[in-house]
Structures are given as C-alpha cells and as structure tokens.
C-alpha cells in the first residue's frame, strides 16, 4: 500500500513519470517517504518551483541521507540561480568570501538552465556530501560537508527566508 501511495505521488509530482523520480530516490534513501508536503516557491506573482522532501521512513535528518526534489514551474538561468544560492546561504550568515567564490564556481558549472517541467534533485549522501541530478542524470557534485549544510539550509535551515516553505517541507506547524 505504501509503495502504491508512495508511486501516486511520485506520478503527480515528476512530468518525467514515476520510474524516473523513484529509482533515484530509492538509489540513496532505504523506504523513502515524503517528510512533509510538497511546497510551492513563488515570487511576487510567479510560481518558480514546487519542492518536496523525501528521507527515510520520512523522518528527516540533516545527518543522514535525504533528496530534495525541484521541479520547476518556469524558465531560469542556470548561473542565476547559483548566484542566487549563494546570496541565500550568506543571508543566513555564511561570509567566507573565498569559498563562496569557490562554491558559486562550481555551482555555475554544475545547475543547468531550467524551463517549466525540468526536474532537479539534490542528495545529500551518507558521506555528507551534495549530488545533483538532472532527472536520473548526475550533473555535478560537491564534495564539502559545510556547502551540503549551508546548501540544504536554504530550504530547510532556521534561518531560511522561506520559513513556510520549511515547515511545510518538514511537516511543522507554524506558530
């Protein structure tokens, strides 16, 4: 029943199809499951992004693997949105200005420009380490702890800019 569900969703979420998005959720994550609900990114009046959470049974750690899925509602520059990584991981007080000149490097060769229906993930490995894919394709990775903890933090940080975003990924109650 479970895999039923889980496979609905999975359908509703991806343009790509079920197979696509659940063989690689199932590569990192044992028993995936959905954390919270599925969070719609919107600025000013555009949908940019629906974002979801999947980890282990569900249950969400920073510590252990999980995969975060985009799928994307619109065109965008793949240097943009780097650029714009970056600007939301120094708003939650990352100043290291070389690394984050290293970091934005490599995340402008890594994010691919996007149009309405492009599918991206990140995982965070058991290593702690960040993958990207593109669909089931690897696209890049980054081989930092503290770039997966500043990365994910973007979303699912406590000091995120989105924090209805995070407690919906993460199924919290705002107060």
Known sequence: MQRTIFA??????????????????????????????????????????????????????????????????????GKEIAKRSLKEMEKQGFNNSSKGERWLTKMVQIFPDVSKGTLLFGVRTPDGYTQFYEDEKLIGEVNDPEFTTRFFNIWLGEKTSEPTMRAELLGLERK
């Open 8 to 77: 609905f969703l999975m359908l509703l979420f991806s343009t790509q199809g079920f197979a696509s998005t659940s063989d690689l959720v199932n590569q990192f994550i044992e028993n995936p499951q959905q954390v919270g609900k599925t969070s719609r990114m919107t600025y000013l009046f555009w949908d940019v992004y629906d974002a979801s959470l999947y980890a282990p049974q569900g249950a969400y750690s920073q510590d252990q693997p999980f995969v975060l899925a985009l799928h994307y509602l619109r065109a965008l520059d």
